[in-house]
């Protein structure tokens, strides 16, 4: 029997996309893939996809001659070509040509998130979403509402993808959320904790917003915020100017360990499909706020409590009213634990791409 081949594509890599590459390459090479990843040089760097036993082709983030034709050497031979993300997928389609429109080798896209774009931008994003999706042999949205827009942009054939954000595997060292809470200064006065890139998108702004309405809580609570972005400087300039109970952290390796360490994990975003946070809040049974945007409410179902997009009073209300209710936080927590239960596993992730992968070569 032929070894089938299949070629994952990432363009910037979220670090939901980039997480999930490195687990479905490492599952499908388990499983007798031979599976090559190109993506930029410095993912693999953070992710290790040779690690887990995949070829590895750094292949830059853009969209000129050089850069898809590295694409398209790379994909020379390949059964099946994955793309994970729009602009993965823009450039797997420009990279095979005939190839995928003709179905000799077939892309299979999964939509991870949305992207926002206003002006002419936004009509530049949608001739992106449409040549990607209709070139597409299959899309899987990561969400119900991915898949809808999906077929409302044209593909063929949309389907729902979840993707889990792996769990911890049995042996790995417990999260010290002591440590963590130690390390912040903050034993003696509540946690809240978001995570997640700092752009205009995540919220930050409403974040703030209701930060200020914390400081006539006792004790004040502390807002630390994990990750990097464009944002950045205009959040600190405003942290500083107004006093903010919020602390920048940067990027981190124990994201994990400081989400633990939290009574109250944060997601304020625009618009999210299946956020990591809110996946790893679940699954470490930390009370989780969000907003009620996108896949949110369809990931978390009971087990978090929801506010409107942009309300930072709402956004405030909900987090003082969980300080104060113990009860609550440990319903809430366990809720999460239960509701991360019936989420799909990353091997039955694993085997629905592969099963979607079959399919396709069978029917070629």
Do not use: N
């Amino acid at each position: 029997m032929t070894q089938l081949r299949t070629v994952q594509v990432l363009g910037g890599g979220s670090a939901g996309s980039s997480a999930h590459v490195r687990s479905l390459a490492a599952g499908l090479v388990a499983r007798g893939v031979r599976v090559t990843v190109c993506a930029p040089a410095e993912l693999d760097h953070d992710y290790d996809y040779l690690g887990t036993g995949a070829h590895f082709v750094p292949v830059p983030r853009r969209s000129d001659p050089v850069a898809i034709g590295a694409l398209r050497a790379a994909c020379a031979g390949a059964d099946v070509v994955h793309a994970h993300g729009m602009h993965a997928a823009v450039r797997a389609a420009l990279a095979l040509g005939a190839q995928a429109h003709q179905g000799r080798v077939p892309l299979v896209v999964t939509w991870h998130t949305r992207t926002y774009a206003e002006g002419a931008r936004a009509h530049l994003l949608r001739l992106m979403e449409r040549k990607a999706v209709r070139t597409a042999a299959v899309v899987l949205g990561t969400s119900s509402e991915l898949v809808d827009r999906a077929r409302r942009r044209g593909a063929r054939d949309a389907r729902l993808g979840p993707v889990s954000v792996p769990a911890p595997r049995r042996g790995a060292e417990a999260p010290d959320g002591a440590k963590a809470r130690a390390e912040l200064g903050v034993m003696d006065r509540p946690l809240l904790m978001a995570v997640g890139a700092l752009e205009p998108y995540r919220g930050y702004g409403t974040l703030l917003d209701a930060s200020r309405l914390w400081l006539g809580l006792d004790p004040v609570p502390l807002v630390a915020v994990a990750g990097e972005g464009r944002q950045r400087g205009a959040l600190q300039r405003r942290i500083d100017a107004e006093g903010l109970p919020v602390r920048l952290l940067g990027r981190r390796d124990d994201v994990t360990s400081l989400l633990a360490s939290a009574d109250v994990a944060l997601l304020p975003s625009r618009w999210e499909a299946r956020a990591p946070l809110a996946q790893e809040a679940l699954r470490l049974g930390v009370p989780l706020v969000a907003t009620a945007v996108g896949g949110v409410p369809e990931l978390v179902g009971d087990a978090a409590v929801l506010v409107p997009h942009g309300d930072a009073g709402a956004l405030a209300a909900a987090v003082t009213e969980l300080l104060a209710d113990p009860v609550r936080r440990a319903d809430l927590a366990a809720a999460g634990r239960a509701q991360a239960a019936t989420w799909p596993t990353e091997d039955e992730t694993i085997a629905q791409v592969l099963s979607v992968y079959d399919e396709l070569c069978g029917a070629g």
